[in-house]
């Protein structure tokens, strides 16, 4: 097991400090995506999703640069990501949706591993700075989850993919309302 190793410089292990790395990328990974999906529903005309991957990509961003603040604070060197691979074109709206809700199981995994790794170490603080994110990815996990369940309930015919893309926006009303998909509780 790694020990913990707090000096007057830093209170981060290298391991830490490299797994908080890791998570910048996947933040970063996520807006990039998110803005690259805004893109592509502007240019389809389903205005509301559009807005709403906008306001995520934003969001995604600010949870990048929370963990930024954090690993310097603490001594070590947050380092800005290298992002590749962006998908810019999609088969269909659900195909968006479906991406979302699989990408950010991802992130969750990726969250789950670095707090078990805080807790193993006993890095107590930097535990206890990751349960916002938990609780983060569960609200953004159950949102995208409703978004994609909305494609089989609604069903695509017809004015389908309108009534879609109204509801996408009363989802993201209430993401906005009551701070859901932004760590508020
Ligand atoms: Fe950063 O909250 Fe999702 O990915």
Redesign the pocket.
């Known amino acids: 097991m790694e020990n913990q190793i707090i000096t007057p410089k830093r209170s981060l292990t290298e391991k830490t400090e490299e797994l908080l790395n890791e998570q910048i990328g ?2 970063g990974k ?2 990039a995506y998110y803005l690259s999906m805004a893109s592509w529903c502007d240019t389809m005309g389903y205005v509301n999703a559009s807005n709403f991957l906008y306001k ?1 990509a934003e ?2 961003r600010q ?2 640069l929370k963990i930024f603040a954090y690993i310097n604070d603490a001594g070590g060197h947050a380092l800005q990501p290298e992002v590749t691979g962006i998908k810019h074109r999609f088969e269909s709206l659900r195909e968006v949706f479906e991406a979302i809700l699989g ?2 199981i991802e ?2 995994k990726s969250i789950n591993k670095l707090v078990d790794h805080c807790f193993t170490i006993k890095d107590f603080t930097t535990f206890n700075f990751l349960q916002w ?1 938990v609780t ?2 569960r609200e ?2 159950t949102l995208a989850r409703r978004a994609v369940e909305l494609f089989d309930i609604i069903g695509e015919q017809g004015i389908g993919l309108w009534t879609i893309d109204q509801e996408i926006g009363k989802l993201h009303q209430y993401a906005v309302e009551t701070g859901a ?1 932004d ?1 508020a509780q």
Do not use: A, L, P
């Open positions: 996947m933040e996520s807006s995520h969001e995604e949870h990048m990408h950010e992130v969750t994110y983060e990815q953004e996990e998909g760590g």
